[in-house]
């Protein structure tokens, strides 16, 4: 069983950048796909990016340009460079990671955008 964390979440004012960590507690090299998520309150969780194992990557209209989705397998962790930020992008973002058989989902992190 594989446990997903994810880390750097924060308060950060309008225009400025954070980059998020999922880090994995075991080898995520199986992990055909890996993405970020959030839900803002009220809302529905969405998908903000995906990640394929060849490194394919898919963004939210919403992000595209802004943030960067990346992993790194050899480290086994999975990161979300988040530039130009905006209020309507605080929310709890969330990791995911899925092999053949298996879903995996972080416990989240809270992203707040305010000045």
């Known amino acids: 069983q594989v446990q997903l964390v994810e880390s750097g979440g924060g308060l950060v004012q309008p225009g400025g950048s954070l980059r998020l960590s999922c880090a994995a507690s075991?080898?995520?090299?199986?992990?055909?796909?890996m993405g970020w998520y959030r839900q803002a309150p009220g809302k529905q969780r969405e998908l903000v990016a995906t990640?394929?194992?060849?490194?394919?990557?898919r963004y939210a209209d919403s992000v595209k340009v802004r943030f960067t989705i990346s992993r790194d397998n050899t480290k086994n962790t999975m990161y979300l460079q988040m530039n130009s930020l905006k209020p309507e992008d605080t929310a709890v973002y969330y990791c995911?990671?899925?092999?053949?058989?298996?879903?995996?989902w972080g416990q989240g992190t809270q992203v707040t955008v305010s000045s």
């Open positions: 995911n990671g899925e092999t053949r058989t298996t879903t995996y």
């Open positions: 075991g080898s995520i090299a199986n992990f055909n796909f």
């Open positions: 990640i394929t194992s060849g490194g394919r990557t």
